[in-house]
């Protein structure tokens, strides 16, 4: 229980630390109820034989995955709304009970969890780690995430190659989340499946599907300013 608290705190405040491009955090989240749903319920859900409390599960994917639909019209980039601060916070909190919830009934297990969420969940551990090692005030306001340093460097590229300033922002956030879709959906989400299917080495595969999201955060020095 206490640990599941911890754990709920931090999945909250990554997810506003990672809510700071055009559509990101929207499409990380409809990422996250998709892996969910796929991974709780079968093909075919017999509602009159679901409990109660699966119900309640499903809905709240449903109803929160339509008003993140709707949302993404708008946030995508170039976005003409955004979350805030009080909109992270939430769909972080929200997200993160939903799955301790289904990892407390069983549904499904732990590093599963740590999976599914992990191009947020080590983007902003290791950011963090390396920002506390640095002895930088770690709790200040920064922009050296990974995925923030893999955007300004998209448009500073962009910038040169085009010469168009104005657009080169919006380019560049798009291609930031087409990058982490691709990899949501091409690596983490097989790997969620698979670590369903062999829990005995759950850890291991977790660890494998960090690893090379660690490395490229070494790579592009996240945490330093």
């Not at 017999?46 to 109803?63: M, P, R």
């Amino acid at each position: 229980l206490v640990f599941g608290i911890f754990f709920l705190v931090w999945l909250t405040n990554l997810y506003n630390f990672m809510d700071g491009i055009d559509g990101l955090a929207t499409i990380q989240g409809l990422f996250i109820l998709l892996c969910y749903l796929v991974l709780v319920f079968p093909y075919e859900i017999e509602l009159s034989i679901v409990s109660d409390e699966k119900l309640v599960f499903l809905y709240s994917i449903i109803i929160l995955g339509a008003g993140l639909s709707a949302f993404l019209i708008f946030n995508f980039p170039n976005s003409s709304i955004f979350m805030g601060d009080v909109g992270s916070s939430f769909l972080g909190f929200f997200l993160g009970s939903l799955g301790i919830f289904a990892s407390a009934n069983g549904w499904i297990y732990f590093w599963t969890l740590t999976i599914i969420w992990s191009m947020f969940l080590v983007d902003a551990t290791v950011t963090l780690l390396v920002r506390i090692l640095r002895g930088e005030v770690w709790y200040d306001a920064h922009r050296s995430h990974a995925y923030q340093k893999i955007t300004q460097s998209y448009v500073k590229k962009i910038s040169e190659k085009y010469n168009e300033e104005s657009h080169s922002r919006t380019k560049a956030h798009r291609s930031v989340c087409l990058l982490y879709s691709l990899v949501n959906l091409a690596w983490v989400f097989p790997l969620s499946i698979l670590s369903m299917h062999y829990p005995s080495i759950g850890f291991l595969i977790a660890f494998l599907c960090f690893m090379p999201i660690v490395i490229v955060c070494f790579y592009v020095e996240a945490g330093k300013s």
